[in-house]
Nanobody, 115 residues
């Protein structure tokens, strides 16, 4: 079945950087558009970046040039680099394939940015 396992979140100081990782399984990863989502405390989950199987990327306006999405198809991995980190980046980050409803969400990875 479809599974997403996110990792890489941490407690970091503002100005630092993190690379979040997501291992996906249960579908043909190399041809699937993948996305990273961000959920701030008490708010709805929102899409911040997507990447096609061939590496074409798209970012939400809120990404502000600080987010970089990438992928490694042979490893079924998608990544999100955030640099520099700001306190407003604090929240839980999830990956999810695009164009599909009903997959179970992963546990996410917690990013906490201190000022």
């Amino acid at each position: 079945q479809v599974q997403y396992v996110e990792s890489g979140g941490d407690l970091v100081q503002a100005g630092g950087s993190l690379r979040l990782s997501c291992e996906a399984s249960g579908f043909i990863f190399s041809i699937t558009v993948m996305g990273w989502y961000y959920q701030a405390p008490g708010k709805q989950r929102e899409l911040v970046a997507t990447i096609t199987g061939r590496g074409r990327t798209n970012y939400a306006d809120s990404a502000n040039g600080r987010f970089t999405i990438s992928r490694d198809n042979p490893k079924n991995m998608v990544y999100l680099q955030i640099d520099p980190l700001k306190p407003e980046d604090t929240g839980v980050y999830y990956c999810y394939r695009q164009g599909i409803l009903g997959d179970p969400w992963g546990q996410g990875t917690q990013v906490t940015v201190s000022s």
